[in-house]
């Protein structure tokens, strides 16, 4: 089992930044791929970023250059880094991971992130 504990959600305005955490306890040498994902009101939950266990990258085309995902695997720590923020960024923010064993997927319990034109 893996329990995730994001922070870092608030309201900005546009043009602003913010940083989210989500920290992994429990079963964290079984994490491979982390993550977050957002869903807006009336809107399906999508992928943000993702990181590979290696390191490797991929982010949804809505946020490339804006945003940039990292991971501290020694603290089972990942970080989303947005900048140059929109309204339509506005969205509950969910940290994401996957079990490296049985492909199990974990989710935090979700961040609201909202930005203010």
């Known amino acids: 089992q893996v329990q995730l504990v994001e922070s870092g959600g608030g309201l900005v305005q546009a043009g602003g930044s913010l940083r989210l955490s989500c920290a992994a306890s429990?079963?964290?040498?079984?994490?491979?791929?982390m993550g977050w994902y957002r869903q807006a009101p009336g809107k399906q939950r999508e992928l943000v970023a993702r990181?590979?266990?290696?390191?490797?990258?991929n982010y949804a085309d809505s946020v490339k250059g804006r945003f940039t995902i990292s991971r501290d695997n020694a603290k089972s720590t990942v970080y989303l880094q947005m900048n140059s923020l929109k309204p339509e960024d506005t969205a509950i923010y969910y940290c994401?991971?996957?079990?490296?064993?049985?492909?199990?997927?974990?989710w935090g319990q979700g961040t609201q992130v909202t930005v203010s034109s």
């Open positions: 994401n991971v996957d079990d490296l064993w049985n492909g199990i997927d974990y």
């Open positions: 429990g079963s964290t040498f079984r994490i491979n791929a």
């Open positions: 990181s590979s266990r290696g390191g490797r990258t």
